[in-house]
């Protein structure tokens, strides 16, 4: 739908621009790797083993925004996949947990932006 096509447009814009007080990592240093092997995906199904994946590789969202450890490609590469698995799967009701992590990464955007005193909406 265009809302959350306009919420992942805004996250790669935010995620692409994070300020330089997050160290840089390029695509061969990045911790921020997401890899869906054949057998999370047949335990879990696509979005479930995706979900798992960002938790595991992003940390936690109950606790607060995410802090992000670096900025880069790594990290942008996130909204592609967010973005092609709820295109692929726009039919489950699952894709909520998918809107709840573009949600939960603008915020932890726009908490980076905050922290060196850049307001953002």
Known sequence: ????????????????NLPQTIPYADTAQTHYRLFLDDEKIEDMGPIGALNRELECVMGQRHNGPILFKERGPGLEAAVDVLESHLIEHHNSPETILLVKWVDGLTTAAKAAFASTGIMVS
Do not use: G, P, R, V
């Open 1 to 16: 739908d265009y809302k959350t096509k306009d919420k992942l447009q805004q996250l790669s814009l935010f995620l692409s």
